[in-house]
């Protein structure tokens, strides 16, 4: 089944807001991970979601019909619903932003709505950015890396931008930039 993985610097808010018109638009299913550990979780229909709830999430799925439950581990409720759109939304603390990432596992119509579902929030982003080893300074350009324009006005405004995990950071410039 193929999979899609896409990172991006985006501001919780922005994302949130592309989301929400996502759901609206597609009519989807949205369910909210409260705790990974003791699985909780929350469904909302399209209706019945708000910004605000969102906003307090970390990890959220999309999915086009009604989950299956009774799931007790996180792992037994992906391997139950596979088809899934998940976005974990990056964080923003402390002048640093963190990157977000979305990612499914689905084929047939349900990967051709997230693979549209992706290339319409890409349309307004940035793409191009250095990557700094901590470590060394080593620096080399990321061709495929995606950012909006509120992560680049963060950037050029002194935060520092990581990847979700790793001992690197990100410089949001073009590739003559360097």
């Known amino acids: 089944m ?12 922005e994302t949130v807001q592309y989301l929400m018109q996502t759901i609206e638009k597609y009519d989807l299913i949205v369910i909210l991970i409260k705790s990974y550990s003791k699985l909780e979780y929350k ?11 969102i906003m307090k999430c970390d990890e959220i799925f ?21 088809g899934f759109l998940s976005i974990l939304l990056g964080k923003e603390e402390n002048s640093t932003l963190r990157e977000s990432k979305i990612s499914c596992e689905a084929d047939g119509q349900t ?48 935060w520092l931008i990581y990847p979700i995990a790793g001992n690197c950071l990100y410089k949001l410039e073009n590739h003559d930039t360097i």
């Open 2 to 13: 193929p999979k899609i993985n896409f990172q991006f610097h985006a501001m919780k808010e």
């Open 62 to 82: 999309l999915m086009t019909k009604e989950p299956i439950e009774g799931a007790t581990t996180y792992i037994q409720f992906l391997r139950d619903n596979i």
């Open 111 to 158: 990967l051709k709505l997230w693979r549209k579902v992706i290339t319409e929030y890409k349309k307004d982003m940035i793409k191009g950015a250095w990557v700094v080893s901590k470590i060394d300074g080593t620096t080399r350009y990321y061709k495929n890396h995606w950012y909006t324009h509120s992560a680049k006005k963060l950037f050029n405004q002194g």
């Open 43 to 53: 469904i909302y229909d399209s209706k019945g979601i708000s910004p605000d709830t």
